[in-house]
């Protein structure tokens, strides 16, 4: 149980186009996802809170207009990197939570590349 | 405000050795949870352990083992007789209960590498 898939897994695009990343929760009903960043050799960081049915909460520092969050269902969340540039390539993970159960489960992740 | 401390950033064993990972976490909430993931090359982070704060037990998985510590405020993690597949990157993270939504605070990781 408790899986979340997302997808891709790797993406490749062209600066100043946008790229969606769908995270879905294939077991369980996922009331809030989660969306993190994660640059080489350092922590997760975590970009914004989304819960389905309501607007996301972003971190302070990330820009709520360049990825778009929605949380339309119970089971999927998506990220959408609006006008990518090189230096939004990172590797980007969700996670769902299913309450009222603390833990999170993360997906498998997405690695961007913005040439 | 939350905090999870990993001190060791990178750890190397040979096959069979244990090894340990320390995690200190500080925290005013006197209910919280604290987490063990495992992050191997893939990306996938794997999730280990959950342990609330009332629940000072140790408990053992297999080769894993869980040292929690109210006192010293610290949740270590042992893995006795290593594997090669062991190598990945291993995070505690931290959950308090004033948090919103369940936000986990992580600490910066801990690069274990297990050589055959």
């Known amino acids: 149980g408790a899986v979340v898939s997302q997808h891709p897994s790797r993406v490749i695009c062209k600066s100043g186009t946008s790229v969606k990343i769908e995270c879905r929760s294939l077991d369980f009903q996922a009331t809030t996802m989660f969306w993190y960043r994660q640059f080489p050799k350092q922590s997760l960081m975590l970009m914004a809170t989304s819960n389905e049915g309501s607007k996301a909460t972003y971190e302070q520092g990330v820009e709520k207009d360049k990825f778009l969050i929605n949380h339309a269902s119970l089971t999927l969340s998506t990220l959408t990197v609006t006008s990518a540039h090189p230096e939004d390539s990172s590797f980007y993970i969700c996670?769902?939570?299913?309450?009222?159960?603390?833990?999170?489960?993360f997906g498998p992740g997405t690695r961007l590349t913005v040439l | 405000a939350q905090k999870v401390t990993q001190a060791q950033t990178e750890i190397s064993v040979v096959e069979k050795e244990d090894v340990t990972l320390d995690c200190v976490y500080e925290t005013r909430d006197t209910t919280y949870y604290l987490f063990w993931y495992k992050q191997p090359p893939s990306g996938e982070l794997v999730f280990l352990i959950r342990r609330n704060s009332f629940d000072e037990q140790n408990e053992i998985s297999g080769r894993y083992s869980w040292n929690f510590q109210k006192s010293t405020s610290s949740f270590n993690f042992t893995i006795t007789a290593s594997q090669v597949v062991d190598s990945a990157v291993y995070f505690c993270?931290?959950?308090?209960?004033?948090?919103?939504?369940?936000?986990?605070?992580f600490g910066q990781g801990t690069i274990l590498t297990v050589h055959p």
């Open positions: 996670s769902a939570r299913d309450p009222p159960a603390p833990e999170q489960f």
């Open positions: 993270a931290l959950y308090a209960g004033g948090t919103s939504y369940g936000k986990l605070t």
